[in-house]
């Protein structure tokens, strides 16, 4: 079947995290993406888990499937001018390089517009374009700590914590991912490109929920609270015979059910639960203390099953290898097989985005490093001989 991107030309020039979850996204759903590393290679190529047979990255695999990869060394005058000539039939640039560099090569937006006005040109950064610290360098766990998020994770009595995986990365992929689109449509009206311009100390900023307006509304300024939601009540993770469930019960209807179900109605009209405001205001000790001994005798499964029968949200913590076995995982076909060139069979995520007419798929491994010089290159007018000579001259 068609998928949803087909026909669109990205050319990648993105390493790390960030800006290869955008363009996965994109090639995922049909986009040429052409992935161009230097001659070393992109840096998360060094990042584990690493294949022990093979010395290639797992991580590195998983995040640049369905791409086209090519070397070129553009701080050479004939790398820029072949990506010059590259950008002329491109859609879609898209780099996530600390502000400056890519003006400094000269294939910034501002020169690649000139020669191609439909151009989309997408960057990723730390802290975005523009403003007093822009030029920065940046990983996740920064961006999650200067965003408020890190001292917002964890509980009172423990240091401020980062969230597990990288979603300032994670997150400024999907922006970034977002944003491309937007501009395409728009695009489509204008016939002009734009630039689009996200920043993971923005993303982060953005996923903080109700703890800015909590801020700036009444003066509190939110701290660590473990698993609860300051606007939900009860809505945590509870210790059962083995292990953990989440439940979360937002509504007064399903509080009723929540009484009835662990055999405690008389706390419907209890004067301290009668309203969402009045549980969290009275959840710690009064509230938990209750859920917590009805809880802790029982087990995930049974308490799935009660929970999912009664209609109330709730699930069991998972492990990773649970998490990946489970069957709704398998179902919406979150799990997929792809065989890699070095490595061998890979068995990682699939693609979340479900379209009924377009859907997109894992067809391809990720490239090795080079691997399709000679395709994509051939495509500019680069022959076999040429492209040897680039070769010996440090150019790809």
């Keep these: 079947m068609a998928k949803a991107l087909e026909g669109l030309k990205v050319l990648d020039l993105t390493h790390a995290y960030n800006g290869p979850f955008c363009t996965t996204l994109l090639a995922d759903n049909g986009a040429e993406v052409i992935k161009i590393e230097s001659l070393k290679g992109d840096q998360c190529r060094f990042w584990g888990p690493i294949d022990e047979k093979s010395g290639e990255s797992g991580f ?53 517009k000139e020669i191609n006005p439909k151009i989309i040109y997408a960057s990723g950064s730390g802290f975005g374009q523009y403003g007093p610290i822009s030029n920065r360098p940046c990983y996740d766990i920064v961006a999650q700590s200067m965003g408020g998020m890190v001292n917002l994770t964890g509980f009172p009595e423990t240091p401020p914590t980062k969230v597990g995986p990288s979603i300032a990365d994670n997150v400024t ?5 977002v944003g491309v689109l937007m501009a395409l449509y728009n695009r489509e009206k204008t016939g002009v490109g734009q630039s689009v311009d996200v920043a993971m100390l923005d993303t982060i900023f953005t996923l903080l929920e109700n703890s800015i307006i909590t801020t700036t509304l009444t003066g509190e300024i939110p701290e660590r609270r473990g698993n609860i939601d300051p606007s939900i009540a009860p809505f945590d993770i509870y210790k059962v015979k083995d292990g953990y469930i989440a439940v979360g019960v937002g509504t007064d209807k399903l509080w009723a059910k929540f009484c009835k179900l662990i055999e405690k109605p008389e706390l419907i009209m209890d004067s301290r639960f009668l309203t969402n405001d009045l549980r969290c205001k009275n959840y710690e000790p009064d509230l938990k203390t209750i859920i917590s001994s009805w809880i802790k005798n029982k087990n995930k499964k049974e308490l799935e099953e009660m929970f999912d029968e009664a209609g109330i949200p709730c699930g069991p913590v998972l492990n990773m290898k649970e998490a990946i076995e489970h069957p709704q995982i398998q179902a919406r076909e979150m799990m997929v097989n792809v065989k890699h060139p070095t490595i061998g069979e890979m068995y990682f995520q699939g693609v979340p985005i479900k379209l009924s007419k377009t859907p997109g798929a894992v067809d391809a491994p990720s490239p090795t490093l080079g691997q399709h010089n000679e395709e994509v290159y051939s495509m500019f007018g680069i022959n076999k001989h040429e492209l040897t000579k680039l070769k010996e001259e440090g150019v790809i």
Aim: charged share 25%.
């Design 173 to 177: 992929g999907i922006y970034l991912c």
């Design 60 to 112: 590195y695999s998983f995040l640049n499937r369905n791409k086209k990869g090519v070397t070129l060394n553009l701080k050479t005058e004939k790398g820029r001018n072949i990506f010059l000539e590259m950008a002329k039939s491109a859609d879609v640039v898209v780099e996530n390089f600390r502000v400056g560099v890519m003006k400094n090569l000269g294939i910034d937006y501002e020169t690649l």
